[in-house]
């Protein structure tokens, strides 16, 4: 089975150009793992329905919509949810615009009054992007006639090695339609920007803030319009994915509305600069330091309890995949080897880290076709974590791992510890065994004579 070692992969990140026979080693275009890193596409329809009182028209040929229909159902949104099917001569011929128009309004009418959206998104493809179509006339046509908010969601995975990629541009499009004047009186609120679900409030960020005297606020627990315009008021957007920076750009400009990063992130120290920077921000102390001791204690215990397991990680995370494998890495784990889909200029220096600090570490491309041979006779580790499970089923003494809400702040970094920690513990079928037994069968029994 082909690997790269981390010494290899710096070389290719450190040219500008390559041969061809290097970009198929380092980042072919034929195969990409969904398993083993990154998410399936279904985000670009139902991410829009975050908007209260909204719908999503997902407008593309007929065999793009496969990549939703799972995600809508797991979510329950089905009846916010609308498909409209282009036609190979309403693309070439120019007629997309159109059609897509007269059928918005059909849709809309026919509606009664007190039953239609507030705001409507439409979800457009690729062949969208490459022939340029337009849908301003459906925008000017529902604000005009419905008075209904309007905005373009672009699933474009072509895009995906861009600086501005899809997943960027489905963030700007989920906080495009928040109307607050420029000159509306600025609260003591901070927005949380970005992540896949809901943040839960019992956590140390929301009790710091609270404490200070500032409201938190994210977009998922809106319910209403006008709540998802208060979102406007904030003085300060505090980001926690990369693919919400553009976001915030957006709302600065527009909205009048600072922003700093504070992205997830599986490393203690990381966790605490950014509350350093979230202080500096609201000119504000908060008073980190019980959270910060508690939870390093619990580090310090599990990396003790894991000192002598190794790991396999992958990257099918909602954040940067490549930051958590190096954040799970840099933390103390014994990785033994991880997963890698594409290697791209902005990750040299995670792997620069690896071949200082872990040049014996095992990186296998994922996007590689001999993946398959792995899956039949994998690598033993005896933990999985960033994968999906069920692709080692032939490696049956290898436990996955999953951690639950991603970490950002203290308290879920302290509780994606303690899943860690409960998967360390025996087993269910090796409770009872003695120390260093696989088996029950492999026990000498002492004979009574």
Known sequence: MRYLKPAEVCGFLEKNEHTREETIKFNSPCFENMQLLGRPFGGFAYVPLEIPESINIFLSPMGCARHCEADLALYGLEDRFYRMTLNESELINGDAEKVFCDEVDSMIGAMKPEDRPKAVTATITCIDGLLCTDYSRTQQMLEEKYQIRFAIVRMFPL?????????????????????????????RAVNLIGGSDPLKRDTDFFRLMEKAGYQVRQIRECRTIEEYDTLGEACLNVVINKHSVSAAEQMKKRLGIPYIKFFECFYLEEIHDNYKRLEEALGISLDLEPYYEKTKKKLGEVLYKAKDKTWAVGGKVDYDPSKFIYDFTRTGFQVKYIFANRFKKEEKKYYEWYRDHRPDLIVYPA????????????????????????????????KPVDIGEEPYDFETFYQALCRIESYLEPSEEQQ??????????????ARWE
């Open 159 to 187: 895009l995906r090695d861009n600086r501005r990629n899809n997943g960027d541009m489905l963030m700007e499009a989920l906080y495009s339609l928040i109307r607050c004047p420029k000159e509306r009186r600025k609260r």
């Open 367 to 398: 996007f590689d076709m001999e993946m398959m041979n792995f899956y039949i006779k994998p690598e033993p580790a005896d933990l999985l974590i960033g994968a999906d499970g069920f692709l080692f089923f032939m490696e049956p003494g290898m």
């Open 432 to 445: 009872g065994f003695a120390a260093g037994e696989a088996s029950v069968f492999e026990r000498k029994w």
